[in-house]
Protein backbone atom coordinates (compact mmCIF):
# COMPACT_ATOMS: atom_id res chain seq x y z
CA UNK A 1 0.00 0.00 0.00
CA UNK A 2 2.49 2.48 1.25
CA UNK A 3 5.19 1.68 -1.79
CA UNK A 4 2.07 2.10 -4.17
CA UNK A 5 0.60 5.25 -3.26
CA UNK A 6 4.15 6.35 -3.85
CA UNK A 7 4.89 4.71 -7.04
CA UNK A 8 7.62 3.03 -5.72
CA UNK A 9 8.92 -0.41 -5.83
CA UNK A 10 8.24 -2.22 -2.20
CA UNK A 11 12.01 -2.81 -1.96
CA UNK A 12 12.56 1.17 -1.66
CA UNK A 13 10.69 1.51 1.37
CA UNK A 14 12.85 1.32 4.57
CA UNK A 15 11.08 1.27 7.89
CA UNK A 16 11.97 3.67 10.72
CA UNK A 17 11.02 4.43 13.84
CA UNK A 18 9.84 7.94 12.21
CA UNK A 19 10.92 11.34 10.53
CA UNK A 20 13.90 12.16 12.75
CA UNK A 21 15.38 8.92 11.85
CA UNK A 22 14.68 8.69 8.48
CA UNK A 23 16.63 12.25 8.04
CA UNK A 24 19.37 11.06 10.28
CA UNK A 25 19.36 7.96 8.31
CA UNK A 26 19.46 9.83 4.81
CA UNK A 27 22.13 13.18 5.79
CA UNK A 28 24.59 10.76 7.29
CA UNK A 29 24.10 7.96 5.61
CA UNK A 30 24.24 9.32 2.27
CA UNK A 31 27.43 11.95 2.97
CA UNK A 32 29.24 9.64 4.61
CA UNK A 33 29.17 6.95 1.37
CA UNK A 34 29.67 9.86 -1.16
CA UNK A 35 32.65 11.21 0.39
CA UNK A 36 33.73 7.44 0.68
CA UNK A 37 33.49 6.79 -2.77
CA UNK A 38 35.05 10.48 -3.51
CA UNK A 39 36.85 12.31 -1.29
CA UNK A 40 36.52 15.57 -2.72
CA UNK A 41 32.78 15.35 -1.87
CA UNK A 42 32.76 17.13 1.31
CA UNK A 43 30.19 19.57 1.68
CA UNK A 44 26.23 19.21 3.03
CA UNK A 45 23.87 21.65 1.21
CA UNK A 46 21.28 22.52 3.41
CA UNK A 47 18.03 25.11 4.07
CA UNK A 48 18.01 26.68 6.62
CA UNK A 49 14.37 26.32 7.46
CA UNK A 50 14.65 22.58 7.95
CA UNK A 51 13.62 20.38 11.08
CA UNK A 52 16.53 19.73 13.37
CA UNK A 53 16.55 16.16 12.46
CA UNK A 54 17.84 17.63 9.36
CA UNK A 55 19.86 20.55 10.26
CA UNK A 56 21.80 18.59 13.72
CA UNK A 57 22.56 15.82 11.02
CA UNK A 58 24.02 18.25 8.95
CA UNK A 59 26.21 19.83 11.21
CA UNK A 60 26.92 16.74 12.77
CA UNK A 61 28.86 16.11 10.02
CA UNK A 62 31.13 19.30 10.56
CA UNK A 63 33.08 17.14 13.07
CA UNK A 64 34.29 14.91 10.46
CA UNK A 65 35.41 17.31 7.88
CA UNK A 66 32.05 18.31 6.30
CA UNK A 67 31.10 21.69 5.16
CA UNK A 68 27.40 22.94 5.38
CA UNK A 69 26.27 25.25 2.99
CA UNK A 70 22.89 26.92 3.65
CA UNK A 71 20.29 27.85 0.73
CA UNK A 72 18.99 31.50 0.72
CA UNK A 73 15.42 31.59 1.37
CA UNK A 74 13.31 34.19 0.83
CA UNK A 75 11.50 36.71 3.45
CA UNK A 76 7.95 34.82 2.88
CA UNK A 77 9.93 31.30 3.80
CA UNK A 78 10.69 29.61 0.44
CA UNK A 79 13.34 28.66 -0.73
CA UNK A 80 15.13 30.77 -3.90
CA UNK A 81 15.41 28.24 -6.54
CA UNK A 82 17.65 29.95 -8.72
CA UNK A 83 20.20 31.13 -5.82
CA UNK A 84 20.47 27.77 -5.20
CA UNK A 85 21.29 26.65 -8.58
CA UNK A 86 24.16 29.57 -8.67
CA UNK A 87 25.32 27.66 -5.19
CA UNK A 88 25.51 24.52 -6.86
CA UNK A 89 27.50 25.46 -9.73
CA UNK A 90 29.91 27.88 -7.47
CA UNK A 91 30.78 24.74 -5.40
CA UNK A 92 30.81 21.90 -8.41
CA UNK A 93 32.24 18.56 -7.77
CA UNK A 94 32.33 19.40 -3.76
CA UNK A 95 28.61 19.06 -2.55
CA UNK A 96 27.57 15.26 -1.06
CA UNK A 97 23.85 16.02 -0.74
CA UNK A 98 21.42 18.59 -1.04
CA UNK A 99 18.41 18.20 1.56
CA UNK A 100 15.48 20.53 1.55
CA UNK A 101 12.26 19.69 2.88
CA UNK A 102 8.28 19.91 0.90
CA UNK A 103 6.46 21.92 3.83
CA UNK A 104 8.07 23.66 6.81
CA UNK A 105 6.89 22.44 10.04
CA UNK A 106 6.72 25.50 11.91
CA UNK A 107 4.95 28.02 9.37
CA UNK A 108 3.64 25.65 6.33
CA UNK A 109 5.50 26.98 3.29
CA UNK A 110 5.19 25.20 0.43
CA UNK A 111 8.99 24.54 -0.73
CA UNK A 112 9.82 23.92 -5.02
CA UNK A 113 11.08 20.78 -4.54
CA UNK A 114 10.53 20.09 -8.51
CA UNK A 115 12.86 22.51 -8.84
CA UNK A 116 15.42 21.50 -6.44
CA UNK A 117 15.34 18.25 -7.41
CA UNK A 118 15.54 18.98 -11.32
CA UNK A 119 18.78 21.14 -10.56
CA UNK A 120 20.33 18.86 -8.10
CA UNK A 121 19.77 15.79 -11.09
CA UNK A 122 21.96 18.06 -13.27
CA UNK A 123 24.54 18.09 -11.22
CA UNK A 124 24.33 14.11 -9.88
CA UNK A 125 23.76 15.38 -6.31
CA UNK A 126 21.47 13.38 -4.59
CA UNK A 127 18.24 15.16 -2.96
CA UNK A 128 16.99 14.48 0.38
CA UNK A 129 13.25 15.78 1.00
CA UNK A 130 11.85 15.48 4.54
CA UNK A 131 8.22 14.54 3.53
CA UNK A 132 7.05 14.19 7.09
CA UNK A 133 4.51 17.84 7.37
CA UNK A 134 3.63 17.12 3.64
CA UNK A 135 0.46 15.21 3.79
CA UNK A 136 -1.80 17.58 3.11
CA UNK A 137 0.11 19.02 -0.61
CA UNK A 138 -0.33 15.15 -1.53
CA UNK A 139 -4.05 15.68 -3.04
CA UNK A 140 -3.38 15.76 -6.97
CA UNK A 141 -4.67 19.17 -8.61
CA UNK A 142 -3.99 20.97 -5.26
CA UNK A 143 -3.82 24.85 -6.26
CA UNK A 144 -2.16 25.76 -3.05
CA UNK A 145 0.51 23.42 -4.12
CA UNK A 146 2.26 25.75 -6.88
CA UNK A 147 5.37 24.23 -8.27
CA UNK A 148 5.32 21.21 -6.21
CA UNK A 149 4.18 17.81 -7.89
CA UNK A 150 1.56 15.73 -5.99
CA UNK A 151 2.25 12.59 -4.49
CA UNK A 152 0.51 10.37 -7.40
CA UNK A 153 -3.08 9.13 -7.35
CA UNK A 154 -4.19 5.89 -8.56
CA UNK A 155 -3.79 7.72 -12.57
CA UNK A 156 -0.56 8.64 -11.86
CA UNK A 157 1.52 6.09 -10.29
CA UNK A 158 4.94 6.20 -11.32
CA UNK A 159 5.57 9.97 -9.99
CA UNK A 160 8.59 9.14 -7.39
CA UNK A 161 11.15 7.83 -10.31
CA UNK A 162 10.31 10.42 -12.54
CA UNK A 163 10.98 13.05 -10.29
CA UNK A 164 14.60 13.88 -9.54
CA UNK A 165 14.43 12.97 -5.78
CA UNK A 166 16.68 10.39 -4.35
CA UNK A 167 15.41 9.89 -0.95
CA UNK A 168 12.05 11.11 0.92
CA UNK A 169 11.44 10.90 4.50
CA UNK A 170 7.53 10.01 6.03
CA UNK A 171 6.09 9.40 9.29
CA UNK A 172 2.92 7.76 9.93
CA UNK A 173 1.16 10.01 12.60
CA UNK A 174 1.20 12.68 10.45
CA UNK A 175 -1.55 11.09 8.15
CA UNK A 176 -3.42 9.90 11.33
CA UNK A 177 -1.11 6.81 12.04
CA UNK A 178 0.74 6.04 15.24
CA UNK A 179 3.82 7.12 16.70
CA UNK A 180 6.63 5.29 16.46
CA UNK A 181 7.05 4.25 12.84
CA UNK A 182 7.63 5.86 9.67
CA UNK A 183 9.69 5.11 6.17
CA UNK A 184 12.47 5.78 4.39
CA UNK A 185 11.90 6.45 1.07
CA UNK A 186 15.53 5.25 -1.03
CA UNK A 187 16.26 3.22 -4.23
CA UNK A 188 18.42 0.37 -4.04
CA UNK A 189 21.21 2.05 -6.13
CA UNK A 190 22.10 4.70 -3.81
CA UNK A 191 25.02 5.12 -2.03
CA UNK A 192 24.29 5.22 1.94
CA UNK A 193 26.03 3.76 4.48
CA UNK A 194 24.10 2.42 7.87
CA UNK A 195 24.05 4.76 11.16
CA UNK A 196 22.98 1.65 13.32
CA UNK A 197 24.42 -1.95 13.24
CA UNK A 198 22.36 -5.32 14.47
CA UNK A 199 20.68 -8.19 12.59
CA UNK A 200 20.64 -6.75 9.15
CA UNK A 201 17.23 -5.62 9.04
CA UNK A 202 15.47 -3.16 6.10
CA UNK A 203 18.81 -3.77 3.82
CA UNK A 204 21.29 -3.77 6.72
CA UNK A 205 20.24 -0.15 6.44
CA UNK A 206 17.63 0.01 10.02
CA UNK A 207 18.94 -2.93 12.30
CA UNK A 208 16.12 -4.15 14.62
CA UNK A 209 12.62 -6.16 14.62
CA UNK A 210 10.45 -4.86 12.26
CA UNK A 211 7.40 -3.64 14.18
CA UNK A 212 4.65 -5.16 12.11
CA UNK A 213 1.54 -3.73 14.07
CA UNK A 214 2.80 -0.34 13.34
CA UNK A 215 3.64 -0.79 10.11
CA UNK A 216 0.46 -2.54 9.17
CA UNK A 217 -0.97 0.61 10.58
CA UNK A 218 0.81 2.87 8.50
CA UNK A 219 -0.19 1.08 5.77
CA UNK A 220 -3.61 1.29 6.95
CA UNK A 221 -3.52 5.16 7.73
CA UNK A 222 -2.29 5.57 4.24
CA UNK A 223 -5.53 4.10 2.66
CA UNK A 224 -7.18 5.80 4.64
CA UNK A 225 -6.05 9.34 3.89
CA UNK A 226 -6.05 8.96 -0.27
CA UNK A 227 -9.41 7.87 0.38
CA UNK A 228 -10.65 10.52 2.41
CA UNK A 229 -8.03 13.48 0.88
CA UNK A 230 -10.06 15.24 -1.50
CA UNK A 231 -13.06 15.56 1.09
CA UNK A 232 -10.59 16.72 4.41
CA UNK A 233 -8.84 18.94 1.70
CA UNK A 234 -11.44 21.22 1.19
CA UNK A 235 -12.50 21.43 4.51
CA UNK A 236 -9.32 22.66 5.60
CA UNK A 237 -9.04 25.12 2.98
CA UNK A 238 -12.56 26.68 4.36
CA UNK A 239 -11.48 26.06 8.43
CA UNK A 240 -7.82 27.85 6.66
CA UNK A 241 -9.67 30.89 5.39
CA UNK A 242 -11.70 31.28 8.51
CA UNK A 243 -9.04 31.13 11.17
CA UNK A 244 -6.80 34.07 9.07
CA UNK A 245 -9.78 35.90 9.16
CA UNK A 246 -9.98 35.38 13.11
CA UNK A 247 -6.28 36.25 13.22
CA UNK A 248 -6.37 39.20 11.21
CA UNK A 249 -9.52 40.84 12.99
CA UNK A 250 -6.94 41.35 15.81
CA UNK A 251 -4.43 42.75 13.80
CA UNK A 252 -2.06 39.53 13.91
CA UNK A 253 -0.08 39.28 11.11
CA UNK A 254 0.00 36.19 8.95
CA UNK A 255 3.59 34.90 7.73
CA UNK A 256 4.75 33.08 4.88
CA UNK A 257 3.61 31.46 1.51
CA UNK A 258 2.14 29.46 -0.53
CA UNK A 259 0.87 27.55 2.62
CA UNK A 260 -0.12 24.45 3.54
CA UNK A 261 -4.17 24.33 4.88
CA UNK A 262 -3.51 23.20 8.24
CA UNK A 263 -0.96 25.12 9.64
CA UNK A 264 -1.14 29.13 9.77
CA UNK A 265 1.29 31.09 11.51
CA UNK A 266 0.68 34.38 12.96
CA UNK A 267 2.48 37.59 14.69
CA UNK A 268 0.94 39.37 17.40
CA UNK A 269 2.44 42.58 17.44
CA UNK A 270 2.70 43.73 21.60
CA UNK A 271 2.48 40.11 22.73
CA UNK A 272 4.69 37.55 23.83
CA UNK A 273 3.42 34.41 22.51
CA UNK A 274 4.65 32.26 25.98
CA UNK A 275 1.41 34.52 27.17
CA UNK A 276 -0.71 34.01 24.61
CA UNK A 277 -0.05 30.23 24.73
CA UNK A 278 -0.94 30.20 28.32
CA UNK A 279 -4.02 32.25 28.22
CA UNK A 280 -5.20 30.12 25.70
CA UNK A 281 -4.79 27.42 27.08
CA UNK A 282 -6.86 28.49 30.15
CA UNK A 283 -10.04 28.98 27.13
CA UNK A 284 -9.66 25.12 26.28
CA UNK A 285 -7.44 25.85 22.94
CA UNK A 286 -3.93 24.75 22.20
CA UNK A 287 -1.58 26.76 20.26
CA UNK A 288 2.37 26.32 19.95
CA UNK A 289 4.94 29.22 19.63
CA UNK A 290 6.94 27.31 17.21
CA UNK A 291 10.01 27.83 19.09
CA UNK A 292 12.57 25.68 20.73
CA UNK A 293 12.78 25.58 24.90
CA UNK A 294 16.07 24.29 26.20
CA UNK A 295 16.71 24.64 30.11
CA UNK A 296 13.50 26.95 30.12
CA UNK A 297 14.45 29.87 28.16
CA UNK A 298 12.55 30.37 25.03
CA UNK A 299 14.85 30.40 21.95
CA UNK A 300 14.02 32.63 18.77
CA UNK A 301 12.89 30.81 16.04
CA UNK A 302 15.66 29.77 13.55
CA UNK A 303 12.93 29.81 10.69
CA UNK A 304 11.79 32.91 10.93
CA UNK A 305 15.36 34.47 11.54
CA UNK A 306 16.53 32.86 8.09
CA UNK A 307 13.54 34.50 6.71
CA UNK A 308 15.13 38.13 7.88
CA UNK A 309 12.61 38.31 10.74
CA UNK A 310 14.13 40.05 14.20
CA UNK A 311 14.51 37.68 17.55
CA UNK A 312 12.17 39.96 18.82
CA UNK A 313 9.61 38.89 16.02
CA UNK A 314 9.64 35.69 16.27
CA UNK A 315 9.00 35.83 20.10
CA UNK A 316 5.55 36.80 19.20
CA UNK A 317 4.74 34.26 16.68
CA UNK A 318 2.25 31.19 17.42
CA UNK A 319 1.58 28.15 15.17
CA UNK A 320 -1.93 27.30 14.85
CA UNK A 321 -2.51 23.70 13.33
CA UNK A 322 -5.61 22.35 11.64
CA UNK A 323 -6.64 18.65 11.00
CA UNK A 324 -9.47 16.02 10.25
CA UNK A 325 -10.99 16.70 13.61
CA UNK A 326 -11.15 20.71 13.72
CA UNK A 327 -14.73 22.05 13.10
CA UNK A 328 -16.09 25.35 12.64
CA UNK A 329 -17.58 25.24 16.53
CA UNK A 330 -13.52 25.38 17.14
CA UNK A 331 -13.03 28.50 15.31
CA UNK A 332 -16.23 30.12 17.04
CA UNK A 333 -14.52 29.63 20.03
CA UNK A 334 -11.19 30.93 19.05
CA UNK A 335 -13.00 33.98 17.56
CA UNK A 336 -15.04 34.32 21.03
CA UNK A 337 -11.84 33.89 22.86
CA UNK A 338 -9.42 35.70 21.43
CA UNK A 339 -9.80 39.52 21.65
CA UNK A 340 -9.77 39.63 25.32
CA UNK A 341 -6.71 36.99 25.44
CA UNK A 342 -4.91 39.47 22.68
CA UNK A 343 -5.77 42.51 24.91
CA UNK A 344 -5.07 40.55 28.32
CA UNK A 345 -1.11 39.64 26.13
CA UNK A 346 -0.66 43.07 25.41
CA UNK A 347 -0.79 44.73 28.91
CA UNK A 348 1.02 41.88 30.60
Request: charged letters at 15%.
Amino acid sequence: MIAGRLGVDPSDVVFTSGGTEADNMAVLGIARARRSLNPQLTTVLVSPIEHHAVLDSAYGLVSEGFTVLEMPVDPDGVIDADAVRDLADAHAGEIALAACMWVNNEIGTIQPIDQLATIMAERTIPYHCDAVQAGWVWSPGDPQSGSVRPVPSQSDPHLFPQSSLVSLALSAHKIGGPMGVGALILPRNTPIQPVAFGGGQERKLRSGTVPVPLVASFAAAVRESAQNRDKEHSQLIHLSSRLESILTSVDAKIVGGPRTPNITYALFSGCRAQDLVVLLDQQGIFVSTGSACTAGVVQPSHVLLAMGRTAEESLMGLRFSLGWSTTDDDLDALAAALPSVVAQARRI
